[in-house]
């Protein structure tokens, strides 16, 4: 009967082993074949690589990620980085590939009670995969940051605490708040909502339970709280703080001067033509809970209302449609219903079952034809992806031939995030920065073919001479100005 329990893991096994090879490639792929952003991944790829104290973002960058995150989490990784002796971004890689295998197996550990035996096993594998091919999991993979391990952490927190494990609750989400300094916050709704229908609903039937679980849930909120607080003091006084609300989300003198109705129209227009894979499960929690009176189901539907309503109304177009790495605290609602079934009696668990079926299903509303073709370029290695070492040869070998520390030489931001040690802070090396008038200062341009960045490249090698070459088997390109006969 053990072995038996024991196999029942292994469709989950399988899944997560999947997802964390594809994941793996996802990032490489980005990295050499497309090219990755500099923001963002390129920046959460150094803090998790020996970056000290502080989590210094290298030199491209020119801080530290507490400027802008209090993102203490990666202290683990990056402590991990000194014992690997391979390469930078294959490490980056390799845990990122770790974060989402362990979310899979988390999802799959949730799923597999809700139906009995090899049924309930083909269940949780299907739901897994579901989960992972889902529109929130499937765009925030895309951008490799930290925030994607809240969800992991916030399913593990959960469940301990429906199973009354309530110090590995209060672990997982000290680990949780480690992600982001603001999580703290984020996740008071569903904690104190949820302590508070429990209160309510034992109250009288098990007084006993109800005070325990509403002692647990305070002392819980006020590790959140006091862990929001100590990190804003150390941000505060340690750090030279770029100011995010102000440039991405809501302006300080008029926050909302930037909204008008067309815009809102647009931006619900895109949501509802082009996101249904992100807000529809949400929607569906909510509805089967008005449906069945389920109150602690409901808060999974409005657990990050708050977070909702702040992203669509922000200046950021991106985080008014929930885009790349946005969404990345609704896997948390999406497997609501399985954790909300954590200890309840068979036959509600089967209940739980279809509606989490439901929800899984309406992750997948965002899929088109061109879907396959889409996943299989990010989850299977591509072509150059497998050149890693040609680039790498160029990064350690020909960039310093290439003077890419003096000010006479820019790049895009693919190659910034390529190669984050080799060039000077962004405001001096990247070429979004270069006005047409000082067009003629750029002596050497290195640049991604067809990044996103192309068409300004283009104008700056019309507004000179230049000899370009091609780095063989890469997609890197370098530009050299002529120097005049006689000069």
């Not at 603001?182 to 229908?197: E, K, S």
């Not at 910034?416 to 080799?422: G, H, S, T």
Request: hydrophobic share 50%.
């Amino acid at each position: 009967m053990k072995l038996a329990n024991k196999l029942y893991y292994i469709p989950g096994l399988i899944v997560a082993l999947f997802a964390g090879y594809a994941v793996f490639y996802t990032t490489l792929n980005n990295a050499y074949q497309y090219g990755s952003t500099f923001y963002d991944s390129a920046e959460f790829a150094t803090i998790i690589w020996r970056s000290g104290l502080k989590l210094y973002m290298g030199p491209v960058f020119g801080g530290y990620i507490y400027t802008t995150h209090a993102s203490t989490i990666n202290y683990i990784p990056s402590l991990f980085s000194y014992l690997w002796t391979g390469d930078r971004l294959n490490y980056y890689a390799l845990v990122y590939a770790l974060v989402y295998a362990a979310m899979m197996i988390t999802a799959y550990i949730l799923l597999l009670p809700l139906l009995p035996r090899w049924w309930g096993a083909c269940f949780a594998a299907l739901g897994t995969a579901a989960l992972f091919c889902g529109q929130i999991i499937f765009d925030g993979s895309w951008e490799m940051r930290s925030d994607f391990m809240s969800p992991l952490f916030m399913m593990l927190a959960f469940r301990a605490w429906q199973l009354r494990r309530y110090r590995m609750a209060a672990l997982w989400f000290t680990l949780n708040n480690m992600v982001r300094e603001d999580l703290g916050i984020m996740i008071l709704v569903p904690v104190i909502l949820l302590t508070a229908i429990q209160y309510y609903h034992l109250r009288l039937s098990n007084p006993a339970l109800a005070k325990e679980k509403l002692r647990w849930g305070i002392g819980i909120a006020v590790l959140c709280l006091v862990w929001e607080l100590v990190t804003i003091y150390i941000q505060k006084h340690y750090f030279q703080l770029y100011d995010l609300l102000q440039d991405q989300y809501y302006d300080r003198d008029h926050p909302f001067a930037h909204l008008s109705w067309e815009l809102i129209e647009d931006r619900l227009f895109y949501l509802l033509n082009h996101a249904a894979g992100i807000w529809l499960p949400l929607f569906m929690v909510g509805v089967a809970a008005l449906l069945f009176c389920d109150w602690e189901m409901l808060v999974g539907a409005l657990a990050f209302m708050p977070y909702i309503t702040g992203m669509f109304f922000s200046k950021s177009e991106m985080s008014a449609q929930f885009g790349s790495y946005k969404a990345f605290l609704f896997p948390l609602c999406v497997m609501w219903p399985a954790i909300i079934a954590c200890g309840k009696p068979i036959h509600l668990q089967r209940h739980y079952a279809l509606i989490q079926a439901v929800v899984l299903i309406c992750g997948l509303a965002y899929i088109k034809p061109w879907f396959p073709d889409a996943a299989m370029h990010r989850w299977l290695p591509q072509p150059l992806t497998a050149n890693a070492q040609v680039y790498r040869d160029f990064g350690e070998k020909q960039l310093a031939e290439e003077g890419a520390m003096n000010d006479s030489t820019r790049a895009t931001h693919a190659i910034l995030a390529l190669y984050p040690y080799q060039f000077q802070e962004s405001g001096k090396s990247w070429i979004l920065g270069v006005q047409p008038q000082d067009f003629d200062k750029v002596d050497t341009l290195i640049w991604f073919e067809n990044d996103r960045e192309q068409s300004l490249v283009d104008k700056v090698l019309k507004a000179g001479e230049f000899d370009i070459k091609a780095i063989p088997d890469t997609k890197i390109r370098v530009a050299h100005r002529r120097v005049a006969s006689g000069n």
